[in-house]
């Protein structure tokens, strides 16, 4: 099947569910990349002032926030004057299966800092 016929107010619910599960875990990371930066730092700062090799560059991975694309497809949604909307089966994959390309980094990323990224 190339595209289907959704209700607009259920593909609504689905993208508004995906995006606070979506924004919970990017949160979760974020605190724990903050974490793993000051714990970085710490270890830096003592170094320094014991004397020993100090290590200035840290390679860690910023958390990802896709945040934008179900902000996007919401507000489309929102506007749309039907109560039906026909998506394309990468559009359902995206919005409500939550599968979108760029998933796979994102669990990738955000995994490193969070335990809830792995669900």
Same mark, same amino acid.
């Given at each position: ?14 993208l508004?569910?995906n995006r ?19 714990k970085?730092?710490?270890?830096a $700062? +003592?170094?320094a %002032? #014991?004397?020993r090799?100090?290590? &200035?560059?840290?390679?860690? /991975?910023?958390? !990802? ?7 996007q497809?919401?507000?489309? $949604? +929102?506007?749309? %004057? #039907?109560?039906?909307i026909?998506v &394309?089966?990468?559009?359902? /994959?995206?919005? !409500?299966?939550?599968d ?20």
């Amino acid at each position: 099947m190339k595209q289907v016929n959704v209700k607009v107010a259920d593909l609504l619910i689905r993208l508004e569910e995906n995006r606070m599960n979506h924004r919970a875990i990017f949160k979760s990371a974020l605190a724990g990349y903050r974490k793993e930066v000051i714990k970085q730092l710490d270890v830096a $700062l +003592k170094d320094a %002032t #014991e004397g020993r090799k100090i290590q &200035t560059a840290f390679y860690l /991975s910023k958390p !990802v926030d896709q945040t934008k694309d179900y902000d996007q497809a919401i507000l489309m $949604l +929102k506007m749309h %004057t #039907e109560d039906e909307i026909t998506v &394309t089966s990468t559009e359902f /994959s995206n919005y !409500v299966m939550d599968d979108w390309s760029w998933k796979d980094d994102f669990i990738l990323t955000n995994s490193a800092y969070t335990a809830i990224a792995d669900k």
